[in-house]
């Protein structure tokens, strides 16, 4: 069965420092990976995606993430943290069922 | 619209009362999911339309809940007899069905069982 894990639910990085939020899947045939952020009181929005090619992706508001194959990770990182990054943030896969599988999620926090 | 809109964005009931949160997809997007997010944790899968296809009802955690989505479009999640453990932000999403595409969230809809 497909899956996606994050193994931390905390992160804590300086303003300034670059950040990584990790993710792991799980799954049969070729992954279709998404991260996704939720700001406090807001809904999920859509970050970035890897479908084929490059394994690096850019995405919205300066994040990227790296593909990896062999360590079956999908890990987001920026290269200079902000403050007003401080969120919740989700990794996802699709299964092979179609329907969208997410990850329990990493609180990320940004202390200036 | 110009995005998945849900109501009512907050709803309160009393224990073993029904209650119904409606999904508006954006137009166009022949794929719809419901999840469940308790304060603020990670999201619980509860069903998925694909077009015609028979819904994917495998995350609904008992009988008292059920969805429907009537003309390919607007979606109702129902849940009967409401209990405490029901309070959660119910979020919709919807996306035009293919593994390449994201999906797009409403705002969600927070219950509260009193």
Same mark, same amino acid.
Do not use: M
């Given at each position: 069965? @497909?899956s996606?894990a994050q193994p +931390?639910?905390? &992160?804590?990085?300086? +303003? *300034?420092n ?10 049969s #045939?070729n992954?279709y990976?998404?991260?996704? &952020?939720q700001?406090?009181?807001? *809904?999920l @929005?859509f %970050?970035l995606?890897?479908?084929?090619g490059?394994?690096?992706v850019?995405?919205s508001?300066?994040f !990227?993430?790296e593909?990896?194959?062999s ?5 987001l990182?920026?290269p200079?943290a ?14 092979s069922?179609?329907k969208?599988i997410?990850g329990? /999620? =990493?609180?990320?926090?940004i202390r $200036? | /619209?110009?995005?998945?809109?849900q109501s $009512?964005?907050?709803? &309160?009931?009393?224990? /073993?009362?029904?209650?119904? %949160?409606?999904?508006?997809p954006?137009? #166009?997007? =022949?794929?719809?999911y419901?999840?469940?997010q308790?304060?603020g944790?990670?999201? !619980?899968?509860l069903?998925?339309?694909q /077009?015609?296809?028979?819904p994917?009802k495998?995350g609904l955690?008992s009988d008292?809940?059920?969805? !429907?989505? =009537? #003309?390919g479009? &607007?979606?109702t999640?129902?849940?009967?007899r409401?209990?405490q453990e029901?309070?959660?932000?119910? %979020?919709c ?5 293919l593994v390449? =595409? +994201?999906?797009?969230? #409403?705002? *969600?809809t927070?219950?509260?069982v009193?």
């Open positions: 069965a @497909q996606v +931390e639910d905390q &992160v804590n990085v300086a +303003e *300034g670059p950040l990584t939020v990790k993710c792991t899947y799980s799954v #045939g992954p990976l998404f991260w996704y &952020v700001y406090p009181n807001r *809904g @929005q %970050l995606k890897y479908i084929t490059d394994n690096l850019k995405g508001y300066g !990227e993430a593909f990896n194959k360590q079956t990770s999908f890990h990182k920026k200079s902000l403050v007003s990054d401080s969120a919740l943030y989700f990794c996802a896969v699709y299964s069922a179609s969208i997410f329990s /999620g =990493t609180r990320l926090s $200036p | /619209g110009a995005g998945v809109s $009512p964005s907050n709803k &309160v009931t009393e224990k /073993g009362k029904d209650v119904e %949160l409606r999904c508006d954006i137009s #166009g997007h =022949t794929a719809l419901w999840y469940r308790s304060l944790q990670g999201l !619980e899968f069903i998925y339309f /077009g015609n296809s028979a994917d495998s955690p008292r809940f059920s969805a !429907e989505r =009537t #003309g479009s &607007v979606s999640l129902t849940i009967q409401t209990q029901d309070s959660a932000v119910y %979020l999403a919807s996306s035009l069905g390449s =595409t +994201e999906a797009f969230f #409403g705002q *969600g927070r219950l509260t009193v």
